[in-house]
């Protein structure tokens, strides 16, 4: 039943993309419509998680989320967090390597909403798309969604948190939101198979821009990130402490 029902979430997703897809491109002739169609597609994948393969989360800190677009800095397990977060907060977009942007309409349309797109080869080019794209998003009124560790990262492990976030924080005057998830130990990364159960997700208090150096900022947001991930871990599947 399991593969089953991931045979049906993978075919909703074929299917419901290449159907949006023209009315995606037509929106995108007015401001934000490209991003409004596409949440219209999230929701729909969203639905068939929960529904379809049983996998469902639970929100801890929803009173923490700002009222001001702000920069959403989160753990990155799966491919989960990337649709859910679109749920949980504000309209958003994320930062993401440009290669992305190549795939047949999956990547057209992360251009079409505006998906911050950098080069990670190039280090200097990188900072300065960052820039450049990050202020334009903020001023349409979107929030800024990034993984700092830059990549996905498996249950139980701590990749290298990166400065990008505080960076963009001080630069456009957007408060950090730190978020922990387990969401890898339901939908292992490059897995075909997500598994049913219950995602948790926390939210934390924004961190202001304003309150240290880029490195005291990016601190403060990786030692509460980590702290909070060894308080969810262990629930699911491929938790690291069920892992052979």
Known sequence: MLLIRNLLYWLILCVSLIILFPFILLAALVPHGAHRMAQVWVRILNWSLKHVIGLKYRLIGAENIPAAPSIICAKHQSGWETLALQEIFPPQVYVAKRELFKIPFFGWGLKLIKTIGIDRSNR??????????????????????????????????????????????????????????????FWPKNSFLKYPGEITVVVGK????????????????????EARQAEISGQGPFAATKAV
């Open 124 to 185: 200097r080019e990188a900072n300065d798309q960052l820039a450049r794209q990050g202020l334009a998003r903020k001023n349409e009124g979107y929030w800024i969604a990034i993984f700092p560790e830059g990549t996905r990262i498996a249950p139980g492990q701590r990749g290298k948190y990166k400065l990008g976030g505080a960076r963009m924080a001080k630069l456009f005057e957007m408060d950090i939101v730190p978020v922990a998830l387990n969401s890898g130990e």
């Open 206 to 225: 924004p961190i202001a821009y304003d309150s240290g150096s880029e490195a005291d900022i990016m601190g403060e947001c990786e030692q509460w990130i």
